[in-house]
Every structure is written in structure tokens, then in C-alpha cells.
């Protein structure tokens, strides 16, 4: 069904590099084959429902500024379910495969959980439907538990172990939704999962109380037979002054101190990576060095600013990169790239959301065309095959394994030849690519 705020806007089609309607895609033509799948099979992309429908405009400073009909009346159902058909019309015109949305997202607003267990129930059998009618698949689903003020102090790594259950009673409901509606992934980023001070915090207390949530859901999830892939989002800081899942690396070592690591893999977002201190790019690679990639939430930091902006991507050779990794790697599995993205506040026009999106998906599609070059041509993969071919021989194969002690080792060597690491020659060739 139509909305009608969107009524005037047509189904976005593919119009080719030439284009000059910015309602219209000039890269992101879904069914164009490279390397082996279609551009769509490739980005798996999502629109999330938190901020393209959830959010009025506001800011720490100011009230909404969108023309969000279904928001005016956020605790009655059929202002959801009003929602709910603005949601799928906007996913349908985009031609989008995947959404994403936490519980609060798609339910009437609650004020127990008990009561959002409820709405949840109401909306899920309308939500059923819109995704068959529509052909729209669940990226993933997860719960909010940093909204609500019983979370101020965490939910898992919460003081009170009466938040606790009221934590997991949101996550084995949302858990059993996901599953339900054949979701791919259930996300879990831990907001308030951290702390604003240690003048009244027990780190260890804290982190032993993360990773029994954890097993606790990994076990459920066995149960039921959920077949999606469980996700952790690491984040440095915001709400919270620290999180405990700051980084892709620091995530890794929670999940190996508590024996976890084989059961979760993770959800990387470009802006909190920034955040970090670190490269969008680098956490990427990081994770797939670790074999613990699984999807994305795409977005960009403002570099002037040091807070999560989540504005929509729009850096084709940052983009280039991301995706020459993911595919040396061989593609997303069970993820996708999911658009965590708000517009500006400023950006009042309806068109505004689709253009947005637009944007960010044909820089995707152009930077995986891009990257498909860059692997096919070679020249980066033989650098690097170059570059360390000296461990192929069978002394340093027997070194890596372990077949020489460190004596064995010293015992015969020669000061070696040093070479250039060539950077600007390869830099210089990204960018012709790019
Ligand atoms: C917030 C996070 C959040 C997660 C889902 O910064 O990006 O939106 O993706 O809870
Ligand atoms: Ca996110
Ligand atoms: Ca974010």
C-alpha cells in the first residue's frame, strides 16, 4: 500500500551513468552481473527502520523537524501499523531485498517490558504479511535495551539483576521474532554496556555478567533452531563514556576469554570505527583476519566532529577498498550491508530519505564495480603474493609451524636485503581505479 506522503515519488529505477534525475539510480542496477552474482546478491543491502521512521528530526537542541505522520502518536497501534505500510512502500520503491529493525521500532511505544511483549505480538502478523507481500527479507532484528531509563546503567552489565531478566525477556522475545520471520542475523550492541565512571563500577563483576547474557542467548538460540547468525557491534563510546565492546580486537578478546568466539562473529559500522580512533577499512580486514566478519552498518563521521553523526556513505574509494577486501574474502555470508544512516536535520523534504539512499547505494554498487576491476587486474593481489613470497619456501614454512626452536632458528641467518614497501606507487594506482 501506497503512503500517502510518498505518493508522488515513483518506483526508483536504474537509469544508467548519464543520469541527471536524483531520483533514480546511476550505478545500482540490481540485476547486472559481476563477478558471478548481481549487484544486488552482492550489497545485500538494508534500510534500517530506526532512523528513516523512527526518528522526528529531533536533537539535543531541537524538537522534530519530519513530516512523520505515524510519530504523533507513538503509543497507539494503529499509528504502527500506519508506519508499517510507509516502511514497506518506502522499501519497495527502492527495491531494497533486506530491513533491519529493533523491537521498539515497529511496536506501539511501551512503558513495561511486559507491555512491549504485547505490542511486539500485535504488529508481528501484519509484519508477517508486508514481507511476503513486498518480497522483503529480515537482514536482522534486535532489541533496544539502552532507550528505556531501567537501562541507565546497562542492561546485561547492570547492577541490578532484576534489569537483567527484564533485558533478556526483551531479547528471547525479539530472538523468537527474528527467527519466526527467517531473519538472517540477530544483532547485539551493547549501548550501555560500559560504564560513565569506575568510582561505582566492577569491570570484572560487569564483563562476567555480559558473557553469561551471552552463553544464555547463545543457548536459547540452539533451542528454538535459529539458524542466523549471531552479531555483536563493537562501539568505543556513546551513550556511555567507555563500552566494553570498543573495538573489533577488544571484542575478539572478551569473546576468547569467555569461550565464546565460536558462536558470535560481528557487525562493523563505519562511524563508530572512526570513533574508535581506528580506520573503517581497518576493522574490516581486522575482522576477517580474526574469521569473525559478518555484515555491516554502513554510514560516515563527520571528521570534524567526534561524535556518531551516521551521515549516509558517500567516499567511493573508502568504499572501493571496503569492498576489495569483502570480496578477496568471498562476499558477505550471512550479512549485508545495513543503512544506519540519518539524514541531516535540515533535510525536511520527503525526497530527501529516498535521495539519501540512492546516494549510498550507488556509491556501493560503483565501488564494487571498481573493486571487481581491481581484483580481476591482479596487481595488488601479486604485490602483496610478491612481497611475501619468501615465506613460501620450506625453512619459513617450517619456521611459522613451529617445527625450530628459537636457538634452531638463530643458529644460521643472513642480514637481509631491505626493500620498499612501494606505497605511493600503490596509492597512485587506487586512485586512477577509483
Ligand atoms: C548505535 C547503533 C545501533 C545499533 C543497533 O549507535 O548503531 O543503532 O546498530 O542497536
Ligand atoms: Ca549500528
Ligand atoms: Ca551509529
Not at 550489497?43 to 532512523?51: E, G, N, Q, T, V
Not at 511501551?110 to 505480538?121: F, I, Q
Not at 619456521?399 to 643458529?411: A, H, Q, T, Y
Request: charged share 25%; net charge negative.
Amino acid at each position: 500500500m501506497t503512503h500517502k506522503i510518498f505518493k508522488h515519488i515513483p518506483a526508483i529505477e536504474y537509469r544508467g551513468e548519464d543520469n541527471d534525475n536524483p531520483l533514480a539510480y546511476n550505478w545500482y542496477d540490481a540485476e547486472r552481473i559481476i563477478l558471478g552474482k548481481s549487484l544486488k546478491e552482492h550489497l545485500r543491502f538494508a534500510i534500517c527502520y530506526w532512523h528513516s521512521f523512527n526518528w522526528v528530526g529531533n536533537d539535543v537542541f531541537g524538537e522534530g523537524a519530519f513530516n512523520r505522520p505515524w510519530l504523533s502518536n507513538p503509543k497507539s497501534h494503529q499509528a504502527a501499523l500506519e508506519k508499517l505500510d510507509a516502511a514497506f512502500d518506502f522499501f519497495n520503491k527502492l527495491g531494497a531485498p533486506f530491513f533491519c529493525f529493533h523491537d521498539v521500532d515497529i511496536a506501539a511505544k511501551a512503558d513495561t517490558v511486559g507491555e512491549l511483549s504485547e505490542n511486539l505480538k500485535k504488529i508481528s502478523d501484519p509484519l508477517i504479511e508486508k514481507m511476503k507481500e513486498n518480497n522483503i527479507q529480515l537482514l536482522w532484528g534486535t532489541a533496544n535495551l539502552f532507550s528505556h531509563p531501567r537501562y541507565m546503567a546497562g542492561a546485561a552489565t547492570n547492577p541490578d539483576p532484576e534489569v537483567f531478566k527484564c533485558a533478556a525477556y526483551q531479547v528471547k522475545n525479539m530472538l523468537e521474532l527474528t527467527h519466526q520471520l527467517d531473519g538472517k542475523n540477530y544483532v547485539l550492541w551493547g549501548g550501555r554496556e560500559g560504564y560513565d565512571t569506575l568510582l561505582n563500577t566492577d569491570i570484572k563483576q560487569e564483563l562476567d555478567q555480559y558473557a553469561r547474557f551471552l552463553s544464555l542467548i547463545i543457548d536459547h538460540k540452539e533451542k528454538i533452531g535459529f539458524k542466523g547468525q549471531l552479531l555483536i557491534e563493537p562501539k568505543p563510546c556513546e551513550p556511555t563514556k567507555h563500552q566494553y565492546d570498543r573495538d573489533v580486537s577488544t571484542v575478539i578478546a572478551f569473546l576468547e576469554k569467555y569461550d565464546l568466539i565460536d558462536s558470535i562473529k560481528l557487525n562493523i559500522e563505519a562511524n563508530h570505527a572512526t570513533l574508535a580512533g581506528l580506520s573503517f577499512e581497518h576493522e574490516v580486514a581486522n575482522a576477517i583476519a580474526y574469521d569473525v566478519f559478518g555484515s555491516i552498518d554502513i554510514n560516515r563521521g563527520d571528521p570534524q566532529n567526534g561524535w556518531d553523526t551516521d551521515q549516509f556513505n558517500n567516499d567511493c574509494k573508502e568504499m572501493t577498498l571496503i569492498l576489495t577486501h569483502i570480496l578477496m574474502d568471498g562476499g558477505f555470508k550471512s550479512g549485508g550491508f545495513n543503512f544506519d544512516a540519518k539524514l541531516r536535520r535540515q533535510s525536511i523534504d520527503v525526497e530527501d530519505l529516498f535521495i539519501a539512499h540512492i546516494g549510498g547505494l550507488d556509491v556501493l554498487a560503483k565501488a564494487l564495480i571498481n573493486a571487481s576491476h581491481i581484483i580481476e587486474d591482479k596487481f595488488l593481489e601479486s604485490f602483496k603474493n610478491e612481497r611475501y613470497k619468501a615465506w613460501n619456501n620450506k625453512e619459513s614454512q617450517d619456521m611459522l609451524s613451529g617445527k625450530f626452536s628459537l636457538e634452531d632458528i638463530v643458529e644460521n641467518f643472513n642480514e637481509p636485503k631491505i626493500r620498499s614497501g612501494k606505497q605511493e606507487l600503490l596509492e597512485k594506482y587506487i586512485s586512477i581505479k577509483t
